[in-house]
């Protein structure tokens, strides 16, 4: 089955305290991308990558890396979160840019207290 | 940046009602998608128009892109309770490379 999983899907953790959200793809999509969701601001591009080691910011990178090591995988990763970074996150996939449909897996529900 | 705004922000109708959601924008987009997103889930494709004056339709659902390629509207006849959810408009300005996503219009179709 073609998916985008993410894990965890739920996270609570203290400031500071690094973590990673993992995001595997099954597709051999090219593109790749985190957003993030908070209510009454909509979903915002947070990284996206276009290939293998070829990563780039979107609308709210501050506190957040990626890495593209492998097609499959886009991992988040948080180094220091912090209070702010509380939010609804989702990774999505695609064949490629423009016009195509991204896939987007069922998101992580992250706390940082 | 929000490039896409959409309008009404919240809608609530009673099931068999026709609607229109709107996603306007001041810059030129080379395709516009929709998406619809339910409770706990991530969003899902409904169309992607990429020419100007272009319409698709879906069953129920009408999509239609501007002749000026800045805005779109989303139109469903006879509404069913199964269309309840978030209705999201996302697109990419010229050749960039990031997804803009609008805010989305929460809807909810009542029996």
């Known amino acids: 089955e073609a998916q985008v999983t993410q894990n965890p899907r739920y996270l609570i953790t203290v400031t500071g305290k690094k973590l990673t959200v993992t995001c595997s793809q099954n597709?051999?999509?090219?593109?790749m991308s985190w957003y993030r969701q908070d209510p009454g601001l909509g979903l915002r591009q947070i990284y996206y990558?276009?290939?293998?080691?070829?990563?780039d910011k979107g609308d709210v990178p501050e506190g957040y890396k990626v890495s593209r090591k492998e097609k499959r995988n886009f991992p988040l990763i948080l180094e220091s979160p912090s209070p702010n970074q509380t939010s609804l996150y989702f990774c999505?996939?695609?064949?490629?840019?423009?016009?195509?449909?991204?896939?987007f897996g069922p998101g992580t529900r992250l706390t940082v207290t | 940046t929000q490039l896409l705004e959409q309008s009404p922000q919240f809608l609530s109708i009673q099931e068999g009602e026709n609607l229109t959601v709107y996603c306007n924008s001041s810059?030129?987009?080379?395709?516009l998608q929709w998406y619809r997103q339910e409770p706990g889930e991530g969003p899902v494709l409904l169309v992607t128009?990429?020419?100007?004056?272009e319409v698709k339709k879906l069953k129920r659902l009408t999509f239609q892109f501007g002749d000026a390629r800045k805005d779109s509207s989303l139109h469903i006849t006879a509404a069913q309770t199964g269309d309840t959810g978030l209705y999201l408009c996302?697109?990419?300005?010229?050749?960039?490379?990031?997804?803009?996503f609008g805010k989305g219009t929460s809807l909810l179709v009542t029996p």
């Open positions: 810059s030129v987009f080379s395709s």
């Open positions: 999505a996939s695609s064949l490629a840019l423009s016009s195509y449909e991204q896939y």
């Open positions: 128009v990429v020419t100007g004056g």
């Open positions: 597709m051999n999509h090219e593109y």
């Open positions: 996302a697109g990419w300005v010229g050749s960039g490379y990031a997804l803009n």
């Open positions: 990558s276009m290939n293998v080691e070829v990563t």
